[in-house]
C-alpha cells in the first residue's frame, strides 16, 4: 500500500504560478509511472500529466500543455507539477496517483490505483 500526499496547492492570481508536490511512501516509487488529475467543482475529474518511471515519458492533456510540467525525484520519492500561466479554468482539487505500471498511455483513470487526498488550486481572475 502506498500513501500519497499533496500539497502546494493555493490562490493565485491568474497569469501566476504554483508548484504542485505528492509525496510518496510505502511502496517502491521508482518502479511506478505517476500522474496528475484534477476536478473542478460540477465536473468529473480528468487528467492533467503523467510521467513514466524514470521520467523519461511524459504526458499531457492538451488544455495545460506548454504552461505545465510534470517531474519527478525518485530519491526524494516526490513528484511534482509545474504550473505557469495559470487561468480561472485552471481551478480544481489537485490530485496525485500512482500506476501498477511504469509507464501509462492515454489518459484513463484505469491505469492508476493509489489517490492521495487532493490539494485546492484556486485562480482569480
Known amino acids: 500500500q502506498v500513501q500519497l500526499v499533496e500539497s502546494g496547492g493555493g490562490l493565485v492570481q491568474a497569469g501566476g504560478s504554483l508548484r504542485l508536490s505528492c509525496a510518496a511512501s510505502?511502496?517502491?516509487?521508482?518502479?511506478?509511472?505517476m500522474g496528475w488529475f484534477r476536478q473542478a467543482p460540477g465536473k468529473e475529474r480528468e487528467f492533467v500529466a503523467a510521467i513514466s518511471w524514470g521520467g523519461g515519458t511524459k504526458t499531457y492533456a492538451d488544455s495545460v500543455k506548454g504552461r505545465f510540467s510534470i517531474s519527478r525525484d525518485n530519491a526524494k520519492n516526490t513528484v511534482y507539477l509545474q504550473m505557469n500561466s495559470l487561468k480561472p479554468e485552471d481551478t480544481a482539487v489537485y490530485y496525485c496517483?500512482?500506476?501498477?505500471?511504469?509507464?501509462?498511455?492515454?489518459?484513463?483513470?484505469?491505469?492508476?490505483?493509489?489517490w492521495g487526498q487532493g490539494t485546492q488550486v484556486t485562480v482569480s481572475s
Open positions: 496517483a500512482q500506476s501498477p505500471l511504469v509507464v501509462v498511455t492515454g489518459t484513463s483513470e484505469a491505469q492508476f490505483y493509489s
Open positions: 510505502g511502496r517502491t516509487f521508482s518502479s511506478h509511472a
